[in-house]
């Protein structure tokens, strides 16, 4: 049973958040240590207790903070990483984001909006590069049109194939809908609905956007209760960082998931941690009021991982190549290869520097991104298998917290990666990863072993899509 929403005003708290940052003194070694110990058994940590940790700054604990997440990445997660890419239908939009490139009155910018072929040519050109899953990724130009396009994309996207294969997992980034438009969007079954309060500080929210729907600090923010509300299990938070002190947007953020597990019953399936980078137009985005230097940057993400150990964490390709290869160890889960930040960017040159809508940092291809991953360790993962199979929502809770998703994700990953390898990698990528797999095998407990080599033959069989 649903409880009643509560103000919005209520549940981001900013005094008690300022509270938690006001001590100036750092924290005692014995303290920060009792902390990592309580996070290494997987059950979480309250805001305080983030707040105390945020405030490491010594060499020696900070690296103990850096090692508890990355046991904890470890024991969740192993060393899986799922892959997909950002798939942009439009940059229109009715807003004036002061940092973005698709803010409405940014002349610079060139608009366009994908016709339903151009979208399905968009997703050709992802299936060839071996994409499964995609992020639907539209401008907030205005609702209910927005939710037609929308729903007539979905059903593109989905129908599309090239070959044997297609994409079996549409996430959706669009503006915050009704209720009733939510469950439009279940009706079509989307995957993860994603979207970023941006800023969770109220004066900033209000100084950098500056006209359009977005405006409304307290509609944006309570948009993830609506999507629940009309029953999507997954939703996906995030903030922008650079706009204001990094330490007060954690700490909200975490207010907003326990809100979210204290009405619904389970927090965001996924945390995206975009920093502020360069956009066409935004003299902002060039000179963040608030940037964050790399270490912050990985103390976030590891105090993220340690926070809400079950949340799936994504990196974007606003990163660079370097960074991304840091962050694998501290939390992140999941990362977009390949991408593109512009209306019809897969099929036309690449990223065309005036329709997209940020500068990439990473602009390396799938295939390379693969490549570099045999050399770190780590499987990339293709698996939509939770999602078609109904493990959303707490029913994934249910499997994760006692460890029984990895019977399912190591096998799923092995043999998604196994028909990536087949029908879509280079032979370079190919060779790096030959010798890799029965080390990845040796690895697995004896059920997920078995389970692995059933998959693994059916797809050298010339099966495709095939899980458990």
């Given at each position: 049973?649903?409880?009643?929403?509560?103000?919005?005003?209520?549940?981001?708290?900013?005094?008690?958040?300022?509270?938690?940052?006001?001590?100036?003194?750092?924290?005692?070694?014995?303290?920060?240590?009792?902390?990592?110990?309580?996070?290494?058994?997987?059950?979480?940590?309250?805001?305080?207790?983030?707040?105390?940790?945020?405030?490491?700054?010594?060499?020696?604990?900070?690296?103990?903070?850096?090692?508890?997440?990355?046991?904890?990445?470890?024991?969740?997660?192993?060393?899986?990483?799922?892959?997909?890419?950002?798939?942009?239908?439009?940059?229109?939009?009715?807003?004036?984001?002061?940092?973005?490139?698709?803010?409405?009155?940014?002349?610079?910018?060139?608009?366009?909006?994908?016709?339903?072929?151009?979208?399905?040519?968009?997703?050709?050109?992802?299936?060839?590069?071996?994409?499964?899953?995609?992020?639907?990724?539209?401008?907030?130009?205005?609702?209910?049109?927005?939710?037609?396009?929308?729903?007539?994309?979905?059903?593109?996207?989905?129908?599309?194939?090239?070959?044997?294969?297609?994409?079996?997992?549409?996430?959706?980034?669009?503006?915050?809908?009704?209720?009733?438009?939510?469950?439009?969007?279940?009706?079509?079954?989307?995957?993860?609905?994603?979207?970023?309060?941006?800023?969770?500080?109220?004066?900033?929210?209000?100084?950098?956007?500056?006209?359009?729907?977005?405006?409304?600090?307290?509609?944006?923010?309570?948009?993830?209760?609506?999507?629940?509300?009309?029953?999507?299990?997954?939703?996906?938070?995030?903030?922008?960082?650079?706009?204001?002190?990094?330490?007060?947007?954690?700490?909200?953020?975490?207010?907003?998931?326990?809100?979210?597990?204290?009405?619904?019953?389970?927090?965001?399936?996924?945390?995206?941690?975009?920093?502020?980078?360069?956009?066409?137009?935004?003299?902002?985005?060039?000179?963040?009021?608030?940037?964050?230097?790399?270490?912050?940057?990985?103390?976030?993400?590891?105090?993220?991982?340690?926070?809400?150990?079950?949340?799936?964490?994504?990196?974007?390709?606003?990163?660079?190549?370097?960074?991304?290869?840091?962050?694998?160890?501290?939390?992140?889960?999941?990362?977009?290869?390949?991408?593109?930040?512009?209306?019809?960017?897969?099929?036309?040159?690449?990223?065309?520097?005036?329709?997209?809508?940020?500068?990439?940092?990473?602009?390396?291809?799938?295939?390379?991104?693969?490549?570099?991953?045999?050399?770190?360790?780590?499987?990339?993962s293709f698996c939509t298998a939770c999602y078609r199979l109904g493990r959303?929502?707490?029913?994934?809770?249910?499997?994760?917290k006692p460890g029984l998703i990895k019977r399912h994700c190591g096998p799923?990953?092995?043999?998604?990666?196994?028909?990536?390898?087949?029908?879509?990698?280079?032979?370079?990528?190919?060779?790096?990863?030959?010798?890799?797999?029965?080390?990845?095998?040796?690895?697995?407990?004896?059920?997920?072993?078995?389970?692995?080599?059933?998959?693994?033959?059916?797809?050298?069989?010339?099966?495709?899509?095939?899980?458990?």
């Amino acid at each position: 049973m649903i409880t009643p929403r509560p103000n919005p005003a209520t549940f981001i708290d900013e005094a008690a958040i300022a509270a938690l940052l006001a001590p100036e003194k750092p924290p005692e070694p014995q303290r920060v240590r009792e902390l990592l110990a309580k996070a290494r058994h997987l059950d979480g940590l309250a805001a305080d207790e983030v707040a105390t940790l945020a405030a490491v700054e010594e060499p020696a604990l900070l690296e103990e903070l850096f090692d508890a997440a990355r046991q904890v990445k470890e024991d969740i997660y192993g060393n899986r990483l799922v892959l997909f890419a950002p798939l942009y239908i439009s940059n229109h939009c009715h807003n004036e984001c002061s940092y973005c490139a698709f803010r409405a009155r940014n002349d610079s910018l060139t608009r366009r909006k994908l016709s339903l072929a151009e979208i399905a040519a968009e997703t050709r050109a992802l299936i060839d590069q071996g994409h499964k899953r995609v992020l639907l990724v539209a401008g907030e130009a205005g609702a209910p049109k927005d939710v037609d396009d929308v729903l007539q994309a979905i059903d593109t996207i989905s129908r599309t194939r090239s070959g044997r294969s297609e994409i079996r997992r549409v996430n959706v980034n669009i503006a915050p809908l009704e209720t009733k438009d939510f469950r439009r969007l279940l009706a079509a079954r989307i995957g993860t609905y994603q979207l970023f309060q941006e800023t969770y500080h109220r004066a900033t929210y209000a100084s950098v956007h500056l006209g359009g729907r977005k405006r409304d600090y307290d509609w944006r923010l309570t948009v993830m209760d609506r999507a629940m509300e009309a029953g999507v299990e997954d939703v996906g938070i995030g903030v922008l960082f650079g706009l204001y002190d990094w330490r007060f947007e954690l700490l909200a953020m975490m207010q907003h998931i326990r809100h979210l597990e204290e009405v619904f019953g389970v927090g965001p399936h996924t945390i995206s941690v975009p920093r502020l980078e360069p956009a066409t137009g935004s003299r902002l985005a060039h000179h963040p009021p608030h940037a964050v230097s790399d270490a912050d940057f990985y103390k976030i993400i590891a105090l993220l991982r340690l926070a809400v150990p079950y949340t799936g964490i994504i990196m974007s390709t606003r990163e660079t190549a370097q960074v991304r290869r840091e962050t694998f160890a501290l939390g992140v889960s999941q990362i977009s290869a390949g991408s593109r930040t512009d209306p019809g960017g897969y099929t036309g040159a690449s990223e065309t520097r005036h329709r997209a809508q940020f500068q990439l940092g990473d602009h390396r291809s799938l295939d390379e991104i693969i490549r570099d991953l045999a050399t770190l360790g780590y499987v990339p993962s293709f698996c939509t298998a939770c999602y078609r199979l109904g493990r959303t929502g707490a029913d994934f809770m249910d499997l994760a917290k006692p460890g029984l998703i990895k019977r399912h994700c190591g096998p799923n990953a092995l043999s998604s990666l196994a028909e990536y390898l087949a029908d879509y990698a280079s032979s370079r990528t190919r060779q790096a990863w030959e010798p890799l797999t029965e080390g990845v095998l040796r690895g697995m407990d004896s059920t997920a072993r078995a389970t692995s080599r059933r998959l693994l033959a059916r797809v050298q069989a010339h099966e495709r899509d095939v899980f458990v």
